[in-house]
């Protein structure tokens, strides 16, 4: 499907924070498997228990939270990369373990922009020493694996996106949105 001119809702989650069988539900990959029930109507109640248990069992470190002072700069620096790589960046929000954006791509690789951005804002935690915080060892980062871009499809789907994204204030995580131009000075013309 091809996005409506050219915006995609790009979401991005923490290492750990999103595992197959998380009580919240999941998607396998590719939905491979059918899972009963996603974020908005769980599953019921302890059906995946072992398989989320297993899912923890496999993780190589603990799950990483981004503390709350580092919030801004997180999501900073990955708006930062997604403009530096002319994409446009319409709203985003960043709490402690998911990034929210409506980013137009160009190109059509929203995957290779949020991953590049993704990498930028750890490189950028490690180089002004923040990575300490976080536990980070050399080769790790902050992010899960991959990312689920979906195409925007028109303008009401744009609308609810943006509104989705921003409602996440009120849940506690922090909005960037691109400044507004500045009020023009009125100028008198001579003739």
């Not at 960046?89 to 995957?111: T, W």
């Not at 976080?134 to 979906?150: A, T, V």
């Not at 744009?158 to 509104?163: N, W």
């Amino acid at each position: 499907m091809s996005p409506w001119n050219h915006w995609y809702h790009l979401t991005a989650h923490t290492y750990g924070s999103w595992l197959r069988g998380d009580p919240r539900g999941w998607r396998a990959r590719h939905h491979r498997e059918h899972v009963d029930g996603d974020y908005k109507h769980p599953p019921p109640s302890g059906k995946y228990a072992a398989l989320y248990e297993y899912s923890k069992s496999l993780m190589k470190r603990d799950p990483v939270r981004i503390e709350r002072d580092l919030l801004q700069f997180v999501l900073d620096m990955v708006v930062q990369r997604l403009l530096s790589r002319d994409n446009d960046v319409d709203i985003a929000s960043q709490d402690p373990i998911h990034f929210h954006g409506l980013v137009r791509c160009y190109k059509h690789n929203p995957r290779i922009e949020l991953g590049t951005a993704k990498q930028y804002a750890t490189a950028q935690l490690k180089a002004h020493g923040f990575a300490v915080g976080l536990d980070l060892e050399i080769g790790q980062g902050i992010w899960g694996k991959g990312s689920h871009p979906e195409p925007i499809t028109s303008s009401r789907h744009f609308l609810k996106t943006h509104d989705y994204i921003h409602d996440h204030f009120r849940r506690g995580a922090l909005i960037w949105e691109p400044a507004p131009f500045p009020e023009m000075p009125e100028v008198s013309l001579i003739l």
